[in-house]
């Protein structure tokens, strides 16, 4: 999907949801979109939108990655960073884990979903249907491995 379509559809979910898509809202949702590959932190986010609209405060970035959270928009990570970061919720698409330097603490995607198999042998042996799974790597990334 493309950005615009993307803001739209969130634009909708806010009015659905009877939030209004306040300027601030708006240049928050605008640096996701530009940097929808991240995984940002609420202080991240703060910093970028802080260059376009410098009256924007920590608090509406705090309160509004909340908002976009409850509705659906974002998703909320724990890295073990004692920070929450934020990424665009996929639904629709294939679920993917997260590698975690311990080093520089970047965060990349892995897209192989090596569980589904493990959900089949869970639903059959406990009468359990999995809904959702959170899988995090921990270790070193390419950069951070050399100079170890």
């Known amino acids: 999907m493309d950005k615009q379509k993307m803001f739209q ?3 909708s979910l806010l009015r659905n949801h009877s939030y209004k ?7 928050i949702l605008q ?19 802080k260059h ?26 724990d890295f073990g960073d004692g920070r929450s970061r934020y ?8 679920h993917h884990h997260h590698l975690i330097c311990l080093r520089c603490g970047n965060v990349s995607e892995f897209d192989d979903d ?16 999995v809904m959702d799974h959170d899988l995090k790597f921990y270790g070193y990334c390419h950069n951070c491995e050399e100079t170890l």
């Open 9 to 11: 559809r969130i634009c």
């Open 21 to 27: 898509l306040t300027p601030q809202r708006q240049t």
């Open 31 to 49: 640096t996701f979109l530009e940097h929808i590959d991240r995984h940002l932190s609420a202080e991240e986010v703060f910093m970028l939108v």
């Open 52 to 77: 376009q609209n410098p009256e924007i405060g920590l608090a509406t970035v705090y309160r509004t990655l909340d908002i976009l959270a409850e509705i659906g928009v974002l998703l909320k990570n």
């Open 87 to 94: 990424e665009f919720s996929r639904k629709d698409e294939h």
């Open 114 to 129: 090596l569980l589904e198999s493990l959900e089949a042998v869970i639903n059959k042996r406990n009468q359990f249907k």
